[in-house]
Structures are given as C-alpha cells and as structure tokens.
C-alpha cells in the first residue's frame, strides 16, 4: 500500500512537472508573438499591395508557419500600421493653394469670372503667390469672364520662367473710375526674366468708348494727304466708330492693352487681344521676345490701335500671326535692332512700318530688320518707314522681302517729311536712312505704287528694288506714278510699273553726319 502510495505520488509529481513544462513554452510562445505578428503583418500589407519592409524567406530560410489561430482568450495583438503613399499637394492652402505647388488658378484666390464683379485683387493675389515660385503658372481657366482693371504684374524680385497661361477672356472695365486721370496701359508685365503668356484666350480692351471720346486729339497718319477720293473731297479725319454705351467720358490718355517693359525673354502665343482702346500689345526695353500664332482684332477705323509696338527692343521674332487694327500692324520704333518678322496677314490696317523717327528733334537708331512673307489686304500702307525733319541717328540694313499685296493704297513708302498734327516746321537735320531693300513685293494697288521722299540734306543711300511687280486698282481715288525725291539706290531687276525716278548710284553732295548724329 505504502508502495502504491509512493507510486502515486511520484506520478503525480511527474504530471505536476509536465504541466509546468507547458506553462513555460506558452509563455515563451506568448514573447514571440511580435516576431510571427510582423511576419503577419508583412504578409498583409504584401496583400495589399505593400513591398516594402518584409523579409525574404525564400534563400536559404525555412518557411515560416502560419500563426495559431487567436485563443479567446489571448491579448489581442496591435494592427499593424501600414504605410501610406505620400499625398499630392492640395491647391487649396491656406492662401488658396499649397506651399509646395507650382500652379495657381486666379478662382481659388476668390476671382468670380462672372464679368460683372471686379476680380482685379484676385488677379494681384495670384501673381503675388506665383512670383516667388520659380517656373509657376498663372492659370485663367477657360469659359469664365474676368473684369480686371488697370494693373501690373511686376518683378524684378519674382521668379523666373513664370507662364500665364490664358484660356479664359479678360474684359477692361468701361466706366472711367478705375482709369482715374488716365494710364498708358493695362495689363503690364514689367521686369522679369523667362514670361510666357499663353493660350487659347481673349484679351478685351473694349476700346470703342475710348476712340469715340478724343478723336482729335490723337496723333493723325499724315499719308492720309497723299489719299484724294475721286470726288475731290479730302476728309481731315476718318469717321469715328459707332460709340457705345459708357457709365462716363474716358480720360484722354488712352492705355495700352498689354505691355511688357524691361523684360528678358518674353514669349506671347495663341492668345487673342482684341480692340484696344491704343496699340494692343507693346514691348518697351525688352530683350529676347518671341511672338507667334496670336490674333490682334479691331476695326480699322479705330484711331491709333497698333498691333505690335516694338521700342527699345532687341532680337525680336514675330511670326505666324493675324493682324487687323486702325494704325500700323507692326510699328517698329527707335531703339530697335535685330528683328525678324515673318508670315504675318495684315490688314485692315496701315502696314508695317519703321517709325515714325526722330520726333522732336530726338535722336532716333533702327538696323537689321527683316520683315518678308507677308500678306496685306486692304491696308493703307504696305511696308513703311517714316521720319521726322529734324531728327538724327540712322535706319540701317533693312529688307522686305516677298511681301503680297492686294488692294493697298500706298505699297511701298519712304516719308522723311512725316508730320501727323497740323504743322510742322522745315528742318535741315534728319535721320539718315541706309541700305534699304525692297524684293519681291508684288499684287495691286488703289493709289500709288511707290512713294520715296528723303531729305533734302540727307539723301537716302542704297536703296535696292528687285521684281517688283505692282498693278493699279481703280476704286475711289486717284492713280498717281512712283514718286522719288532725294533717293538714291539701284534696281537689280525691271520693275512693275517701270521706276525710273530712282536716282542710280550715290549723291554727290551727301552731306556727313557728326558723331553726335551717328547711332
């Protein structure tokens, strides 16, 4: 019995110990839990698409078991925390848009577009964040109406390579407050490097108010004199445009509508400027600027609207373009060098012109332009330059080359007697004009083919015609011949109609301009 006894109680001691045994694995169990659960863990977010922070189990490693299945209970484990992707910038900041963007659309800096509410401070808000954003993009979203008053998006502190992307219409206001006594443009941009305005949009000066206001006091086209309709009456002005209706009389200082001042490689595609209440796109001290595939649209009755003005402006490339205004389609001013204009349809219009030069006895310097393939319907001028008496500097290297004219009342031009107010007084000086090329400029005209008037004390020098090829129209005015004065050059081929006034070779008595004239 007692040798029962001791059996029993070393069974019982063995059991005891078995079971502690198993109490101690459980635990040990219960420490690696972390260890299978990342393993889980990595398999899940595996599942899910996650590839990063599992192990490879596959070289060389046993593979691991799957986890026992959770007791009741057992302390459930943590989920695991899953990655998460980085999240795209959000354009609605603080400011309306993020820190990190580089896109700033003018409706999330509160612009409505309606056409009615004045979103001009959504507009100076948008530029103010885009400008410390180097190669940011102003965005004005298409099918929206923004009214913007006078304002500048204005370096020289911003950013570079900023594009104002335009696919909306913007429309000047029509009533005189925001103008206040009178500015000389409307949207400027002025003193940046690298800007691009770009798009499929509209720019609207809604000009006809301002043209109807002070039709006399602007400036005055003095070819007009050279015009005489048939019937004998000279019109001392043109007919001003139908006025429309205004909440005031607009100031007589007429804006531009875009200008660009002091700026470094400026690029304006694809976008539409449309009447204007002056020139419609304007460059002023500006370096490296490329122009192509734009619209400029306003009737051709609307005083003094400029296509492109160009001034104090280098290395310039304007092509592929369509232009109709009520001055000169491309003005070329003084300061001007190294322009290259190309494929451009002008008309209604006053041509393309050099000038006018040397205004108030001022100093005036232009050289190598290039101006070929152009179309002009209907323009007063074809291809023009016009000075001042008195002036000084020079016009130098210029060529038009294959210019198509059709219906233009004054081809080919050179006016050294230009004069656009009532009187002007007779001056010895003048701006020496040198090395002009005229080729291949050919189609009809209603008034006169050819009008070169050059200084009496400076002659023009090297002036050059090759086939040109010009038939006369007879619509409303009289026909007149070439006209030469003072013009010396040569003809390298026979001409259309024969121009003979041209004086072959080079004056005798050419007067030498002193250093203080010589550009």
């Known amino acids: 019995m007692g040798g029962v006894n001791f059996r029993s109680l070393t069974f019982m001691i063995l059991i005891a110990f078995f079971v502690w045994c198993s109490s101690i694995e459980t635990c040990i169990a219960r420490r690696g839990k972390h260890w299978r659960q990342s393993r889980y863990g990595a398999a899940l977010y595996k599942k899910k698409g996650g590839s990063h922070g599992h192990r490879n189990y596959h070289n060389g490693g046993s593979k691991p078991k799957p986890p026992p299945p959770q007791s009741h209970k057992a302390t459930p484990s943590p989920k695991p925390k899953e990655e998460v992707p980085p999240s795209t910038p959000s354009p609605h900041g603080r400011y309306g848009y993020d820190q990190q963007s580089t896109v700033f659309n003018v409706l999330d800096f509160g612009a409505k577009g309606d ?12 530029w103010a964040a885009a400008c410390k954003v180097e190669a940011s993009t102003v965005v004005v979203p298409a099918e929206f109406v923004f009214l913007v008053g006078p304002i500048s998006f204005s370096g020289p502190y911003c950013q570079a390579n900023i594009v104002f992307q335009l696919d909306g219409t913007i429309i000047a206001p029509t009533d005189a407050r925001p103008w206040g006594k009178g500015l000389l443009q409307w949207l400027e941009f002025t003193k940046l490097k690298g800007i691009a305005i770009q798009g499929k949009g509209i720019i609207d000066g809604r000009g006809s108010g301002w043209w109807q206001d002070a039709p006399y006091e602007d400036p005055y086209d003095d070819e007009r004199k050279l015009i005489i309709p048939l019937n004998s009456t000279v019109q001392e002005r043109p007919p001003m445009p139908v006025r429309n209706e205004l909440s005031g009389k607009m100031p007589s ?4 509508a875009l200008r660009f001042y002091g700026s470094f490689n400026v690029t304006v595609t694809g ?11 304007k460059f002023d001290n500006c370096m490296g600027v490329v122009v192509h595939d734009i619209t400029v649209s306003s009737p051709g009755d609307s005083p003094n609207t400029d296509g492109i003005h160009l001034q104090n402006s280098n290395d310039v490339l304007i092509h592929s373009s369509d232009l109709a205004c009520g001055d000169d389609c491309v003005s070329i001013q003084t300061g001007c060098s190294n322009v290259y204009i190309h494929n451009v349809n002008c008309g209604p219009g006053h041509g393309i012109s050099i000038g006018s030069l040397g205004r108030d006895n001022s100093k005036a310097c232009v050289s190598n332009i290039t101006v070929r393939d152009i179309v002009m319907h209907n323009t007063m001028n074809g291809v023009r330059i016009k000075t001042w008496q008195g002036g000084s500097g020079s016009v130098q290297g210029v060529l038009f080359s294959n210019i198509q004219v059709s219906e233009v009342q004054l081809p080919i031009v050179i006016d050294q007697f230009y004069c656009d107010k009532r009187k002007c007084s007779n001056e010895t000086a003048a701006v020496a004009l040198s090395g002009i090329t005229y080729e291949k400029i050919r189609g009809t005209y209603t008034v006169k083919p050819v009008h070169f008037a050059c200084s009496d004390s400076l002659p023009c020098i090297g002036v050059t015609l090759s086939a040109i090829e ?43 301009q002193s250093d203080h004239d010589v550009c």
Request: net charge neutral.
């Open 253 to 256: 200082i007429k804006p531009t």
């Open 271 to 281: 976008i539409t400027i449309q009447n204007s209440p002056q020139c419609h796109l």
């Open 470 to 512: 010009l038939k006369p129209v007879q619509e409303h005015y009289y026909l007149y011949d070439p006209f030469c004065w003072q013009t010396f050059g040569e003809l390298t081929t026979p001409t259309v109609p024969p121009i003979s006034c041209l004086q072959i070779g080079k004056p005798t008595n050419n007067r030498v």
């Open 115 to 126: 056409g009615k509410s004045d979103d001009t401070k959504a507009f100076q808000d948008t």
